[in-house]
């Protein structure tokens, strides 16, 4: 089973409609992030956070929102999509442990967002 | 501040010639770096990484890059592709210090002739 999964895989929707994706992690990592990914300009970060109570801003956070509903959950939220938000997001997780996977992101397997 | 510059968007290389993507980075402390690989249709697995151990850093599938703090560069080889190793390559610095913040490169797309 994959470690950091992310629903929905595909998604097409409207201008102006709200959109949820979420993320789930078996990992037990405590930082989780949102990233978007567009051609030529590699992955974005959207927010990020270090645990439940700990939410920041990215560099690309406008017109997104988050939600960390648990340490195993992280939700993306567009409140009202525009076509250029139509991208690949991928959600990710890292762990501040002194372990032999300190510093590395986890990658989830993206879900790809269409805006009409 | 921390950036990444991957110096080629595209490489195209003969199978079996050696590989070679360039990165160079920006940071203000030592930094962890990283190569990432994306497959067509697939999500980002890690190649290697450096995180202030030994310079010369040997990751998966015969690929190994090595952390020169002088040209503050980071590039990634591989001594003979393979068809399979046609992909998308990220460079990434992240500083520990600031909590683990990923900046990727832009990418560069390689492509193996056969």
């Known amino acids: 089973d994959a470690d950091v999964t992310q629903t929905p895989r595909n998604r097409i929707t409207k201008t102006g409609k709200r959109i949820m994706l979420e993320c789930s992690q078996t990992k037990g990592h405590d930082r989780m992030y949102w990233y978007r990914q567009d051609p030529g300009l590699g992955l974005r970060l959207i927010y990020y956070?270090?645990?439940?109570?700990?939410?920041n801003k990215g560099e690309i956070s406008d017109g997104y929102s988050v939600s960390r509903q648990a340490q195993a959950k992280f939700s993306l939220s567009l409140e009202s999509a525009i076509p250029n938000q139509t991208a690949l997001y991928f959600c990710a997780t890292s762990d501040r442990s002194g372990t032999s996977e300190r510093n590395e992101q986890f990658f989830g397997p993206g879900t790809r967002l269409t805006v009409l | 501040a921390q950036s990444v510059t991957q110096l080629d968007s595209h490489v195209s290389v003969s199978e079996g010639t050696p590989v070679l993507l360039r990165c160079n980075y920006s940071s203000s402390y030592s930094p962890s770096l990283f190569w990432y690989v994306q497959h067509p249709n697939k999500g980002l697995q890690l190649l290697l990484k450096?995180?202030?151990?030994?310079?010369l850093v040997k990751g998966i599938n015969g690929f190994e890059a090595e952390f020169k703090k002088s040209e503050t560069s980071f590039h990634l080889t591989k001594p003979s592709a393979h068809m399979s190793d046609a992909a998308e390559y990220f460079c990434?610095?992240?500083?520990?210090?600031?909590?683990?913040?990923?900046?990727f490169g832009t990418g560069t797309s390689l492509t193996v002739i056969p």
């Open positions: 450096y995180t202030s151990a030994a310079t």
């Open positions: 990434v610095v992240s500083d520990p210090n600031t909590g683990n913040q990923f900046y």
């Open positions: 956070s270090f645990d439940v109570k700990d939410i």
